[in-house]
């Protein structure tokens, strides 16, 4: 990767609002890296790591905003928010609710940079909940639904010639009153639903391309062909322009002068290489190889981009061995070897920013602690992440689940939300067995159709990265409908990864994997020797930690809350000999709940604002006691 010069971007920043106006809102607990926030450039690392151009412009930072009634027009800021933090959160200086019926505003200016004169100016929004309204200079740029995908309008018909340049965007956001997808957010969060998030919670940033340029790519490799195929799309290209693809030995910031493994020229987008001496990437060697992708025309490069890919496979395994005791059922298999897949149930939240991590330090943190704990997969629950933790994921060596955001749940104790909306999403929940759960067979056509729009972004944006190993469509029966049409989607989409159809929920005869959730021992209540056999979720083990809780009087876990870290160990210890037993006659995987305590949740490994909770050592020896016991 090229270093990112990021001076234009940060001087604009700094001179578009005063950050001396900025502080973090209320007094909740916070992480360490709260403090580290800088006002004039949060988030100013690369925010596409996958594909970089080393020319951008970050527009994070202090915008103006207000809040509105829905039909309102703009009238004039009521105050700054620092982006891209959500409104809701305390980093974003705020701290208010929007809410069904209202919009929030913001607005800031920037200046094109003269260098960029004569090509197009791309604005790229990160991820924006819900729905997004952007006009540049008075005029609409465009539009886009969804709170998790990333979507970029070009914006260059929009631009003055000179001067100052206005961005304004209008967002609505009805959480649990609609069908959207919205994962644990809530209006009135209590147990294991969170405060909701609204408006822009990733990056803002502009770039400059050239008429002809790459807009997306993906790499597979064949492990067993010993190749590597990838495919490219692009605009504005002319007759005789070409195509080129380099991939390299390794990847880090001097990729580009790592050794040549393999060229090609792209024809109609798309070339197969040979990779001597192919590398492949595991969480205990997560080998990653460095690429560029350009187009040139009459011999001279148009446009460049640098990435990096990795070449692992991810499928069903089970053994012809007569030896039934272990290798009888089906496995996951990493590289063609069967591994037991474990690790933490991962919600991605923050006392401080709620959705969006403080610093890129603190979103690479969680992650190395996983591994530091033994782990080697992260279950993402039912919300996604910035391209940048997957790029750690990748780096670092972390088999990922992904979960697509829930529009529904099964809670019969929900505070405030409408009976119609109530009554399409709630079903008969199965509760840890495979019988007698019902789909939600009132969701409407134009709610399901916004979840194959959704669920398409997301799997397009993040299928380059290949830590992600298994999709998840649907949580326990949580807006769970036509479970068979939605597997199929999901595989026609990428073929590549594995499926589990629904974690804990309506159990159907279809993806790739049978998961059963038990709280708070791990238990199998079923084995099907068609499918892969997991335990989606277990655990839970609830500890408060004074001084670190999201509300000292209101805490929950499941069960009993234990009184000293050394009581939860024996219990964990005890939940992985378990485990052992049950990978003996089956079991492919595990995730415990989970990674950190999330307001009133209290069952993580770590405290809220990420204080480790237990010791590291003791942790590792059990968690890779529970992978190792696997046999071939």
Request: proline share 5%.
């Amino acid at each position: 990767m090229k270093k990112i010069i990021l001076s234009a971007a940060c001087i604009f920043a700094a001179l578009s609002l005063n950050a001396g106006d900025w502080a973090p809102a209320g007094d909740g607990i916070k992480t360490r890296w709260a403090t580290q926030v800088n006002p004039s450039a949060p988030h100013s690392e690369y925010p596409r790591p996958q594909m970089v151009r080393s020319e951008w412009m970050s527009l994070n930072g202090l915008w103006d905003y207000a809040i509105t009634p829905q039909d309102a027009s703009y009238s004039g800021a009521e105050g700054s928010i620092l982006v891209p933090f959500a409104v809701e959160s305390s980093l974003s200086g705020v701290q208010k609710k929007v809410g069904e019926g209202n919009a929030l505003w913001y607005e800031r200016s920037f200046s094109v940079p003269r260098a960029w004169k004569g090509r197009s100016v791309i604005l790229h929004f990160d991820a924006v909940d819900w729905q997004a309204e952007v006009w540049v200079n008075g005029q609409l740029a465009g539009s886009h639904s969804g709170g998790y995908a990333p979507f970029s309008f070009n914006i260059s018909p929009y631009l003055k010639k000179s001067g100052k340049q206005t961005v304004r965007v209008k967002v609505l956001d009805s959480t649990d009153d609609s069908l959207q997808p919205r994962g644990k957010q809530v209006k009135e969060p209590r147990s294991i639903w969170y405060t909701s998030v609204t408006g822009i919670w990733q990056s803002v940033w502009l770039e400059p391309v050239a008429a002809a340029h790459i807009v997306s790519y993906d790499v597979n490799g064949d492990i067993a062909a010993g190749t590597v195929c990838i495919e490219a799309c692009a605009e504005g290209l002319q007759e005789g322009d070409r195509i080129s693809f380099e991939l390299r030995e390794g990847y880090g910031p001097e990729s580009r002068g790592t050794a040549c493994v393999a060229t090609a020229e792209l024809t109609d987008g798309k070339a197969c290489v040979k990779v001597p001496d192919m590398k492949t990437w595991s969480p205990d060697s997560p080998y990653l190889y460095g690429l560029t992708i350009s187009i040139s025309r009459n011999g001279k490069t148009v446009d460049s981009v640098d990435g990096y890919t990795a070449i692992r496979s991810i499928s069903k395994w089970r053994s012809d061995s007569p030896d039934r005791n272990t290798t009888y059922y089906n496995r996951m298999a990493l590289n063609g070897k069967p591994l037991f897949q474990f690790g933490p149930l991962d919600q991605g939240w923050w006392p401080d920013g709620l959705y969006t991590a403080p610093t890129d330090e603190a979103l690479r943190f969680d992650i190395e602690q996983t591994k530091a704990w033994g782990f080697n997969m992260i279950r993402k629950h039912i919300k996604i992440e910035p391209a940048r933790w997957y790029f750690w994921c990748d780096v670092l060596g972390m088999i990922v689940w992904q979960d697509m955001p829930c529009i529904g749940d099964h809670d019969n104790n929900v505070r405030g939300r409408s009976e119609e909306i109530f009554n399409i999403t709630h079903n008969k929940w199965p509760n840890d067995t495979f019988i007698g759960g019902t789909e939600c067979d009132e969701i409407p056509q134009d709610a399901k159709d916004n979840f194959y729009k959704e669920w398409t972004e997301i799997i397009a944006a993040f299928k380059h990265f290949k830590c992600i190993c298994v999709w998840v469509p649907f949580n326990e029966g949580w807006g769970q409908f036509d479970t068979e049409k939605v597997v199929e989607f999901t595989r026609a989409q990428d073929p590549t990864r594995l499926i589990n159809a629904c974690s804990g929920g309506v159990f159907k005869f279809c993806g790739d994997i049978q998961d059963c959730h038990h709280y708070a021992s791990p238990a199998m209540n079923a084995f099907e020797g068609r499918m892969i056999n997991v335990i989606g979720e277990y655990g839970g083990l609830g500890y408060p930690v004074e001084g670190h809780t999201w509300d000292k009087n209101n805490n929950w876990g499941y069960g009993k809350l234990f009184g000293t870290p050394d009581d939860v160990m024996k219990t964990y210890a005890k939940f992985g000999q378990m485990l052992q037993t049950f990978i003996s006659v089956g079991c492919s995987a595990a995730v415990y709940t989970q990674t950190t305590d999330v307001e009133n949740e209290i069952n993580g490994l770590m405290t809220y604002d990420r204080i480790p909770k237990y010791n590291e050592a003791q942790l590792n020896k059990v968690n890779r006691a529970v992978i190792e016991s696997m046999k071939e």
